[in-house]
């Protein structure tokens, strides 16, 4: 899994779990659903996200290394 893989499973997971927190518990937690979606929206933009910067120091990579070995790397034309 990489870092963009992972930050995307950890919004999908805060987005759902908010939404039912703010049905089931209290619409206090509505406003959670809100930052997620700001952060997603900023992340956009600005190509950072403060997960991603948890996660590399995390350990987990930005790439597989398998990606790294592409199939047309090789310069043939």
């Known amino acids: ?5 992972a930050v995307r499973a950890i919004a ?3 987005v759902l779990a908010s939404v039912a927190l703010g049905y089931w518990v209290h619409p206090g937690f509505f ?3 809100a930052f ?3 952060n997603l929206l900023q992340s ?13 120091k995390a350990g987990v990579k930005d790439t597989l290394p398998e ?3 592409s199939c ?4 043939a034309a």
């Open 36 to 38: 997620v979606g700001a």
């Open 31 to 33: 406003l959670f659903t």
């Open 12 to 14: 999908g997971f805060f």
């Open 72 to 75: 047309c790397a090789g310069g």
């Open 44 to 56: 956009g933009f600005s190509k950072w996200c403060p997960m991603m910067t948890i996660l590399r």
């Open 1 to 5: 899994m990489t870092v963009n893989d």
């Open 67 to 69: 990606a790294k070995a």
